[in-house]
C-alpha cells in the first residue's frame, strides 16, 4: 500500500506587514480584503495543528494543491518555503502553485522559486516523461504511484480568481498520461483549480476546463487531487481507462467555527489488486474545544 496524503489552500498566516510600495496593484484590495475578515478564517494554529498530524503519521508521500500564500509577497514566500521544510523534505512533498501564488507578477526567485525543489521531477519521474522548459508538468515517480503537477495558475484582474492550463500543458499531459499507463502505474493528477466545469463559475473557475477534462477522458487518470473550492467534494468522470476520482478538499487552515468546512487534509491508501487498484480514503479533520485533529471520514473510493 502507497499511503499519500494530500492538503491545500493553507492561505499562510500571520500576513507579513506590507510596505506602501508593494500595495499599488491588485494587492492593496486583497490585503483589504484580508484584513476586514480572511485573516480570522486561515489561522495559523489551524494548520499546525494540520501539519502536526500529517508529519506524525508518517504518509509515504505529501501534495500540496496551491494557494500557500495570500497577496504574493516577497516574505510570504519565504515563510511558506520555511512550512514546507516542516512538512518534509521536497523528496517527500510535492507542491503546486494557485491562483494566489501568481497574485502579482514576480520574478520566480523572490517568488514560487522559493519552493523549486518541491516543484520538480525526481529522477525516476524525469526517466519516465523529462520535464519540458516551461517546468510544467513535471512527473513524480515512487512505488505503484506517478503524480502529474499542473499549474493552472496565472495572473489575473481584481476580483478574478481564474484558472488555464494552456495547450502546450494540456497537450504534454495528454502524452505523459499515455507513457504512464504503459508503465502500469497510479496516475494522480494534481491541479490547483477544479477540472470539472460544473465546479466553479467564470471568475474563480478553470477557464479550459472543458479542454483539460477531454483530454482526461480519451487519456486516463487514476486520482485527480484539487483545492480552490475550500470544500470536500468527490466526483468520478468516466475515462478510456475507466473512471477517474476526482477529490478537493477543503483549505488546510480554515478555523473551525462558523459556516464555513472545518481544516482537513486526506490521505489516500493506494494498492494493486487483481485487474486494477484499491484506493481508500481517509479524511482527518480539525474539531472545536479543545481543537484537535480527528478522523472525520473513512471510504473506499474503488475497489478493483
Ligand atoms: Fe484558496
Ligand atoms: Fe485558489
Redesign the pocket.
Known sequence: MFRLAHL??I?LSPMPRAKRRQLFNKRVLGYVNWHRGRKFVHRREILDLITHDIVKQKPDHIVVT??LVNLGLPEEFIRAAEWLHDLGPPSKVTAIP???DAYVRLHPEAGTGRWQPYMESNAAGERLFPTPPARFPFVRHSGDVALIALSSAIPTMPFIAAGKIGTAQRELLASALDRLKQANLFRVVLIHHPPLREQAGWHRGLRDAGRFTRILKQHGAELVLH??N?AQTVHELPTATGPAIIVGVP?ASEAVEGRIPAARYNEYAIGRVKGGWCVQMVGRSVAASPEHVWESERRVLKER
Open positions: 491545500s489552500d492561505h496551491g494557494d494557485g491562483n494566489h483545492g480552490h475550500h483549505s
